[in-house]
């Protein structure tokens, strides 16, 4: 029960930031940022095996989810999200800096690329900064970002 209240909060922080007319982000975008974060914190809660570790997990999930749901709306579907998050955890744990790691659903006929970069050292964890670009109907949508990894081997975003 714990867990779900986390990943509600965690949703709702990053739903709550997400509006803002300057940029023109609106309610679809919020929509996409709440429902894209439900997603990733529900198949990030997948992973480690204690309570501790699925929260963290799942918190690094709504964290992603979010940050792909905000970028592109109600774009992809949750195969889509499942296919692009898999693929991110894994560039960010074993991909060699600037080497692609690609994912496709084809069913949607979306697909995407992961680039890391190299590993460095942020306050003692051990970090890497990602590009992440998704195609929609053959166009890119870019989102970069930077991910720790926690002591348990999940990866959290940071700012």
Not at 28 to 34: D, Q, S, Y
């Amino acid at each position: 029960m714990r867990l779900i209240g986390t990943i509600v909060v965690a949703s709702a922080i990053l739903a709550g930031c997400a509006g803002n007319p300057e940029t023109g982000t609106g309610p679809r975008e919020n929509t996409g940022t709440l429902v894209g974060a439900l997603a990733g914190a529900a198949i990030g809660s997948q992973f480690g095996g204690s309570t501790g570790s699925r929260v963290a997990a799942g918190v690094a999930g709504a964290a992603i989810g979010g940050l792909l749901g905000n970028r592109i709306g109600a774009a992809m579907d949750d195969e889509d999200k499942q296919r692009a998050y898999y693929a991110q955890m894994q560039a960010l744990e074993s991909g060699p800096a600037g080497a692609p790691t690609a994912w496709e659903n084809p069913d949607s006929g979306r697909r995407g690329t992961i680039v890391p970069g190299p590993q460095y050292d942020r306050r003692g964890m051990q970090c890497r900064d990602y590009t992440h670009t998704i195609y929609i109907d053959g166009r890119p949508q870019i989102a970069r970002g930077a991910a720790c990894r926690n002591p348990d081997g999940s990866w959290t975003p940071v700012a």
